[in-house]
């Protein structure tokens, strides 16, 4: 079965879709995600569906999946790229992404994701007395 590569850099974890996703597909990405954010120990992932012509229920609830998943195991997720036919399919669907940050492009969905990482880091480090 085809596998969705998941690239590292630095500390966040990239995974840009170039294929139509299928059902199975889907699910293997979320088990493939999971086991590289706890291999990596990612901080971050930025997830790029540009390449998607169609986002269903169920890929969007998979999407959903992934980012309470990430969050779980202390890594925050970004979906970007989404295309304006999908985001209006989505909308016409009543298919809601609560909970999933979003982005234009993968440069302002990285931007972002660091500047979400480093508020974090800063609110969890140590205060000097």
């Known amino acids: 079965m085809e596998r969705i ?3 590292k850099m630095g500390k966040f974890l990239i995974v840009s879709i170039q294929v139509d996703m299928h059902d199975e597909l889907a699910l293997a990405l979320q088990e493939d995600l999971a ?12 997830i790029d569906i540009s390449s998607l012509n169609l986002v269903d229920s ?3 609830r998979i999407l959903g999946n992934m980012t309470a998943m990430a969050r779980l195991l202390d890594a925050e997720t970004l979906v ?3 295309r304006p036919a999908v ?3 989505l909308v016409e669907l009543g298919v809601s992404l609560r909970g999933i940050r979003t982005a234009g492009n993968a440069e302002k969905g990285m931007a ?5 990482v480093a508020q974090q ?3 969890n480090a140590p205060k000097s007395t």
């Open 5 to 7: 590569p998941i690239l």
């Open 35 to 46: 086991e590289q954010i706890v291999k990596t120990r990612a901080k971050g992932v930025l």
């Open 58 to 60: 169920f890929t969007a």
């Open 80 to 82: 970007v790229g989404m």
């Open 87 to 89: 985001a209006m399919t």
């Open 112 to 116: 972002l994701l660091e500047a979400i």
């Open 121 to 123: 880091a800063k609110s």
